[in-house]
């Protein structure tokens, strides 16, 4: 049997696991469940390519329990009742461990058929996901679950299984082989964090490469054959960073075809996580006071995206863009609260001032005597001059109104106030 290269550079031991740190790092949480030999029922979560189904493995053979993979695409509920039969057999004697594969495809009921069986240890359950759990997965499976998010790997740890990648083909084909300089780097990167594209890259590359005696893989070669539907972008390079610096500044310059292009380059590569956190952060720092619905309205296309899920989250995502760019602009309330931080990190913490004190008893010598605050809701306008910052601080003013017509219209509202009451 012609077995794939990337199933056999598979990792056999979680230290041979390139990636994943966070979790399976020395002392880590998964780490330390995995060699515990206690295995709960867990949720794998996070994109192709990235280890899930090899840390399964890895955790079924040092548990020593039998292992079932189904995959939701296909799984029916007979095919889980038949698994949960074997518990009662000899092959089920030291546990089984179901590892479910895209477990969002199954539906609630399909789902549900689990439940009793996983509650009751019969079976462990892993399953994995591409898809956010929380959106697809039954509550009653996630509450008797621990979630695990397994991260894009970097492009420097799919290097470390790039180049053992190509030591092996080269070595099963008896031959000598010479890699162009910028070969491994652009396989790394252009797989977006996916080691078994790269390592099925690598397959192609050597087999494309070879004239019989040597094998001689160009950067041409790798270019083509690392498919447009694999350039994904490193989520922690320089290029993921510049798309999302270059989407800011285009929105907050009031460009919406500028803005549009890099979303879309966002989209393309399936970071729809970065674009919502960024368009929420956009709302709020460049919108801000001169339209503030932009942030409630921006919100709800994020929830709607994230629901949605490709290709239908494009349609809000774009509608926020276009609503941003658009927007008139204020960075009033970013440039306040900057303000409004530096004299913290100056004064510190100042004393509040006595009528702003959660307080309504004075003890024995104090200098003052009563609360004295004034409830503004009684004076008209709701309205009443006292100090409310600090001694230290009281004449200090951080926000300035922006010259948006919202914020003025607030600001001589605010000015016509005071400005009767003074009289």
């Not at 192609?204 to 004239?211: F, I």
């Amino acid at each position: 049997m012609n077995i794939p290269l990337a199933d056999r550079i598979r990792p056999k031991t979680l230290d041979d696991i390139v990636g994943q740190r966070h979790i399976l790092g020395k002392d880590k949480p998964l780490r330390r469940i995995i060699e515990s030999g206690r295995i709960p029922n867990m949720i794998f979560y996070g994109s192709s390519g990235v280890g899930k189904t090899t840390v399964a493995r890895i955790i079924a053979e040092n548990c020593g329990m039998k292992m079932y993979k189904l995959n939701g695409t296909s799984a029916s509920v007979q095919d889980i009742k038949d698994i949960i039969a074997d518990t009662d057999t000899l092959e089920g004697y030291n546990g089984i461990l179901l590892y479910l594969d895209e477990i969002q495809y199954l539906n609630k009921k399909q789902q549900q058929s689990l439940l009793e069986d996983i509650e009751n240890g019969r079976i462990t359950l892993i399953s994995s996901t591409t898809e956010n759990p929380y959106f697809y997965i039954y509550n009653a499976i996630i509450s008797r679950s621990t979630v695990f998010e397994f991260l894009p790997v970097t492009a420097e740890d799919v290097a470390l299984a790039v180049e053992r990648a190509f030591r092996l083909a080269a070595e099963d084909l008896g031959l000598p082989i010479e890699i162009e300089p910028g070969v491994l780097e652009f396989i790394s990167r252009g797989c977006g964090g996916d080691v078994r594209k790269s390592v099925n890259t690598v397959e192609l590359c050597v087999l494309s490469s070879s004239d019989g005696e040597k094998i001689n893989v160009t950067l041409e070669t790798a270019k083509l054959l690392t498919q447009r539907s694999n350039m994904r972008y490193d989520r922690a390079g320089d290029e993921h960073y510049d798309t999302l610096s270059a989407l800011q500044k285009s929105i907050r310059g009031s460009d919406e075809n500028a803005a549009l292009h890099y979303a879309a380059r966002l989209l393309d590569t399936g970071d729809i996580i970065s674009l919502c956190r960024r368009l929420l952060v956009i709302a709020a720092e460049d919108i801000g006071l001169a339209y503030p619905m932009a942030i409630p309205i921006v919100k709800a296309c994020v929830d709607s995206a994230l629901q949605l899920g490709m290709p239908e989250a494009k349609i809000p995502l774009a509608d926020a863009v276009v609503l941003l760019a658009t927007a008139p602009k204020s960075n009033s309330g970013n440039e306040a609260i900057i303000a409004a931080l530096k004299d913290i990190k100056k004064y510190g913490t100042p004393e509040f001032p006595r009528h702003l004190q959660n307080k309504h008893f004075d003890g024995e010598g104090a200098e003052v005597v009563g609360q004295n605050y004034l409830y503004p809701h009684d004076f008209p306008d709701h309205w009443v001059e006292q100090q409310y910052l600090p001694d230290i601080l009281k004449d200090h003013v951080y926000y300035e109104y922006g010259e948006n017509r919202t914020e003025q219209a607030a600001k001589a509202y605010w000015e016509g106030i005071k400005k009767k009451r003074s009289r």
